[in-house]
């Protein structure tokens, strides 16, 4: 039996160590932590639990082809109990609101009575929201929207569902927003996430909000990576955390073929292959030699021209479930800086729902979320090394931030308390995620750069997982990726047998 070494037990890490256990390999997690999941993980504060990761989860609609990819590695089962949302999100300016609605229609009505003068641009909007259940319905179990792309382009009956589109994928959302007049709309378009990212990725996540594919497994991060650790324990798989990967190494007399893995604490353990699912930069610096490295790499560490980023989070305890607040809101507030860069929007995020688990009773955890860029992610790594100058620049943030909140909640004064905050720099510390990156590189879908190999051409048995391989990143695609490096690692084996069969 031949045996896998996974590096990092992150999704994609969990994902190829269940698919490997299926397809009869001998498979071993090796996770530097003493906690399994990566990004997608949960922690607790006393009687509160903070999650860190899924905001929403593709593929929670029962049915669906990406509901049985999670149900086939354990993430959800019908014993796993789906929040799903009223709201996708609603942001809020001089006292009047906007929602984006489970409901596309009743958002469509309201947006247009808000901003008559809109007219063309919100109905523009909301028809390719449905026109996106299309592509949606042509996805289903790929994931891979390069490709259905280009499946509709083939279709001439399609030519306007392309049309409509490729409009949103040819302008990011801060080029978006002023086709709007009114303010209130841009800003919630800007609210949504990176002004970097292209405006089809709004369009396309509130459609799978709105067909019912984009909800909340209750129990949140945490536990799904937890669901899946299990289910892949139960295969025969086997996970060894405090297990710091310090080098790939190679058979001395071999320059292409790897040998297994060296550790931190001298061990080596060897391997017949190696799936490193850690930050691609981080790969090609400390794991691999950087001529292995794809040449896609290079591009993508260009951040002039790709947009690399973070963020600034923060958690609350809450005397009160804050009902106000029914998933995810945005409102304008006095500006403020958080590492180099200011802001002059909060968006609070209401955890109550998302279970028990959560908070003693009426109470809850909010949490808020700053994008932060490169810039930002070299000032607190910096800071980072002076612990306590590290430590009272956090603090005088989270201050800030609370007392904004309560300036527009007056009802909860006395009755925020700061929990935890977590940087770019503690993603990169933690989690050796390079420049603090928990999503993938910005890129466009039809971009050489959407997709990623597996494959190391100058390597034999060592492959790459992990989001930043498949646009858009994010959860489901660091554990789609999961799946696909084994399929590689059996073509592998497959074109082996083969050559020895001729032979």
Not at 381 to 402: C, F, G, H, P
Not at 441 to 450: E, G, R, V, W
Not at 477 to 498: L, P, T, W
Request: charged share 25%; glycine share 8%; with cysteine.
């Amino acid at each position: 039996m031949k045996t896998i070494g996974i590096i990092g037990g992150g999704l994609s890490g969990l994902a190829a160590g269940v698919y490997g256990q299926k397809a009869g390999y001998r498979t071993i997690i090796f996770e530097l932590n003493q906690n399994i999941g990566g990004c997608c993980c949960s922690w607790t504060r006393g009687d509160y639990a903070i999650d860190n990761c899924i905001h929403w989860l593709m593929g929670t609609k029962k049915g669906t082809k990406q509901n049985d990819f999670w149900r086939e590695i354990g993430a959800l089962s019908d014993d796993v109990p789906i929040y799903e949302r009223n709201s996708f999100y609603s942001s809020e300016l001089e006292g009047k609101v906007l929602t984006l609605w489970r409901d596309p229609e009743r958002s469509r009505k309201e947006f247009l009575e808000h901003s008559p003068a809109d007219e063309e641009e919100i109905n523009s909007f909301f028809d390719c929201v449905f026109t996106c259940r299309t592509v949606l319905d042509s996805a289903q179990g790929t994931f891979d929207l390069k490709a259905v792309l280009s499946d509709i382009s083939a279709d001439v009956s399609k030519a306007k569902v392309l049309k409509d589109i490729l409009r949103y994928i040819k302008k990011n959302l801060k080029q978006w927003a002023p086709a709007f007049t009114d303010p209130l709309i841009r800003k919630m378009i800007l609210d949504f996430s990176a002004g970097e990212y292209e405006a089809f990725w709004l369009v396309l996540s509130y459609a799978m909000f709105t067909s019912g594919g984009a909800d909340v497994p209750v129990g949140g991060s945490g536990q799904m990576s937890e669901r899946i650790a299990e289910y892949y324990l139960s295969l025969g798989g086997e996970i060894r955390y405090g297990a710091e990967a310090v080098k790939v190494e190679f058979a001395p007399t071999s320059s292409d073929t790897a040998s297994g893995i060296r550790f931190k604490d001298g061990t080596f353990e060897k391997a017949d292959y190696v799936i490193c699912t850690t930050s691609l930069p981080y790969t090609f610096t400390n794991l691999l030699d950087k001529k292995y490295a794809p040449a896609a790499l290079k591009r993508l560490e260009d951040h002039e021209k790709i947009t690399a980023y973070s963020a600034f989070q923060c958690a609350f305890a809450v005397d009160g479930e804050m009902s106000e607040i029914d998933d995810l809101f945005y409102f304008q507030c006095e500006p403020f800086e958080i590492g180099c860069s200011m802001y002059d929007r909060i968006g609070v995020k209401n955890y109550r729902k998302f279970g028990e688990f959560i908070a003693p009773p009426g109470k809850t955890v909010v949490q808020c979320m700053f994008i932060q860029h490169i810039d930002d992610f070299r000032f607190w790594s910096a800071l980072s090394k002076d612990r306590e100058n590290y430590s009272q620049r956090k603090k005088e943030t989270v201050d800030a931030i609370m007392e904004r909140i309560i300036k527009r909640f007056p009802e909860y004064e006395g009755r925020f308390h700061q929990l935890d905050c977590w940087t770019p720099a503690s993603y990169a510390n933690i989690l050796n995620a390079a420049n603090g990156q928990y999503m993938r590189y910005i890129t466009k879908p039809l971009s050489t750069l959407a997709m990623i190999s597996h494959d190391l051409p100058k390597v034999k048995n060592v492959f790459i997982a992990g989001h930043a391989l498949f646009y858009p990143g994010g959860t489901p695609m660091a554990a789609f990726s999961g799946k696909h490096v084994i399929s590689r690692i059996k073509k592998h084996d497959q074109r082996n047998q083969q050559k020895n069969d001729i032979g």
